[in-house]
């Protein structure tokens, strides 16, 4: 157990590090506009994200000095949504955070996607989300146990659906 809180804390740390902010824009959708409509539970205009209301997600810590990393909490599950200034490859990102030491299992990836378990008696899934939008990337980072990914997969989904990038103010 103390093992899978130091691997945890040491991926969100992982990805606090690899991550951050600057201005990201862009058009707006009819997806944006339904969203317009909720309240927004995490608004940062200098890094140019707003993030509207998902069930009960709470934003729990906000780190914004060069970069942005705003960690948020929903039941056992976390999610980290980072902007970046600069366009960086999943294997960049990866690299960054050292994701090849042997404790943890692929389960699937691609460009945009890489999703993992640790390698422990309590697994933790971690999923990781790019979008390149204008010389930025938005990273968003899901966090839970094994056994409750299928259960929350819908909430998660909703949120990073949720996450719009706006102007950002000068």
Same mark, same amino acid.
């Given at each position: 157990m103390l093992k899978i809180k130091k691997l945890m804390v040491g991926l969100l740390a992982g990805a606090?590090?690899?991550?951050?902010?600057? &201005?990201?824009?862009?058009t707006t &959708? +009819?997806?944006?506009?339904?969203?317009? &409509?909720? &309240? %927004?539970?995490?608004?940062?205009? +200098?890094a140019g994200l707003k993030i509207y209301e998902s069930n009960q997600w709470t934003l729990e810590q906000e780190v914004f000095t060069r970069n942005l990393n705003a960690t948020f909490q929903y039941e056992t599950v976390k999610a980290i949504v980072s902007? %970046?200034?600069s366009e960086k490859s999943m294997d960049q990102i990866k690299q960054e955070l050292q994701l090849g030491d042997g404790l943890i299992t692929i389960l699937e990836e691609n460009d945009y996607f890489f999703s993992f378990h640790t390698n422990q008696k309590e697994g933790i899934r971690s999923d990781l989300f790019l979008v390149h939008d204008q010389g930025k990337t938005l990273i968003v980072t899901f966090m839970s146990p094994m056994d409750d990914f299928e259960r929350y997969q819908e909430d998660m989904n909703q949120f990073k659906n949720n996450i719009k990038l706006t102007e950002q103010e000068s």
């Amino acid at each position: 157990m103390l093992k899978i809180k130091k691997l945890m804390v040491g991926l969100l740390a992982g990805a606090m590090l690899a991550t951050g902010c600057s &201005s990201v824009s862009s058009t707006t &959708s +009819d997806g944006e506009a339904q969203a317009e &409509s909720k &309240s %927004i539970i995490y608004e940062n205009m +200098d890094a140019g994200l707003k993030i509207y209301e998902s069930n009960q997600w709470t934003l729990e810590q906000e780190v914004f000095t060069r970069n942005l990393n705003a960690t948020f909490q929903y039941e056992t599950v976390k999610a980290i949504v980072s902007l %970046i200034p600069s366009e960086k490859s999943m294997d960049q990102i990866k690299q960054e955070l050292q994701l090849g030491d042997g404790l943890i299992t692929i389960l699937e990836e691609n460009d945009y996607f890489f999703s993992f378990h640790t390698n422990q008696k309590e697994g933790i899934r971690s999923d990781l989300f790019l979008v390149h939008d204008q010389g930025k990337t938005l990273i968003v980072t899901f966090m839970s146990p094994m056994d409750d990914f299928e259960r929350y997969q819908e909430d998660m989904n909703q949120f990073k659906n949720n996450i719009k990038l706006t102007e950002q103010e000068s």
